[in-house]
């Protein structure tokens, strides 16, 4: 059953190590060309995200280093992997390539600039998060005690993703931001959180959020990171599960994808380490849903809402 997942940090460990990390077959990533294959990985999305360390007037350099590396250590070294700059392009995946696209997580490497926003719209970006966990110029994550929603900046951006048709992701947002972005947002997406009402970590969605985002005809791919997924103790694939029990149970079903976090989080899932074990998560769903509802998690929901194929409630 072929997968996409939303969410991956290659790029920001591939920078960090200044590139000295093999995309195709490293024993320190967890997403690598031989692992998406072994997973059934069939479109994988890679974020661009920036550390708080890196010093500002540095991160926009930052950002393009980290895309340098996908088209060159990613896409350039492996030919099956092709790059996705554009939704059309997910239609001219051929048999035996692996998609990849880019998405932002968080506007610090902008500044206040739209111009560098464009630039990176053409340099592939198809999906933006206004902020990581931190507050910046445009709203303030979940991480920032003030809990503030977006600026007229924010609002800026989120009209940008609405006239270029590119995701506006809520994962990261402090909650009156996420309100925010919901009240404007063409194309919302939550790439990774979980259920709070099942792990109460504020990373994650109440049901009140989760039953709006589903209203805007908008997604939430679960994550795999276990202290998203488990108040406490070793996290296992049943327990990630119970999330997608949770969203399916607030009418989700046909709205439920998959967003790994691999190579961003520290703790794994047991059994759920990295991109190659993907088939272990289907079958165990499969011992829940039907395969046309496994086949939704694993890939077509997101297919089915693709900003090209939707429209935008009113």
Request: net charge negative; glycine share 8%.
């Amino acid at each position: 059953m072929n997968i996409i997942d939303l969410h991956c940090d290659v790029l920001a460990r591939m920078h960090k190590a200044k590139g000295n990390l093999s995309f195709a077959d490293s024993k320190d990533l967890d997403v690598t060309y031989e692992k998406l294959k072994q997973g059934g990985v069939r479109i994988q999305a890679f974020a661009i995200f920036i550390s708080p360390s890196i010093k500002s007037d540095q991160k926009f350099q930052a950002a393009l280093d980290q895309i340098h590396y996908f088209y060159t250590a990613v896409i350039g070294k492996n030919p099956n992997m092709k790059a996705l700059k554009t939704w059309n392009d997910f239609d001219r995946l051929q048999e035996g390539q692996i998609g990849a696209f880019l998405t932002l997580e968080g506007v610090d490497c902008i500044g206040n600039d739209m111009q560098k926003l464009s630039i990176l719209r053409e340099l592939g970006v198809l999906s933006i998060g206004l902020t990581w966990n931190n507050a910046n110029l445009a709203a303030d994550g979940v991480g920032e005690e003030r809990g503030a929603g977006l600026t007229a900046f924010g609002k800026e951006i989120i009209a940008f993703c609405n006239e270029n048709t590119i995701l506006s992701d809520v994962s990261h947002l402090c909650e009156k931001a996420f309100w925010d972005v919901l009240d404007i947002a063409h194309f919302p997406i939550a790439s990774h959180s979980n259920s709070k009402t099942i792990c109460n970590d504020n990373r994650n969605l109440t049901d009140e959020q989760a039953t709006h985002l589903f209203k805007a005809h908008g997604l939430i791919h679960v994550v795999y990171n276990p202290p998203f997924v488990i108040e406490k103790g070793d996290a296992s694939i049943s327990d990630l599960i119970t999330h997608i029990d949770h969203f399916c149970s607030l009418g989700g079903v046909r709205q439920i994808g998959l967003g790994s976090d691999f190579d961003g989080i520290s703790e794994k899932i047991i059994g759920l380490e990295d991109a190659s074990m993907h088939p272990t998560l289907i079958n165990e769903l499969l011992k829940k849903y039907s395969a046309d509802e496994v086949k939704g998690f694993a890939c077509q929901n997101f297919l089915d809402h693709r900003p090209d194929r939707k429209t935008r409630l009113d």
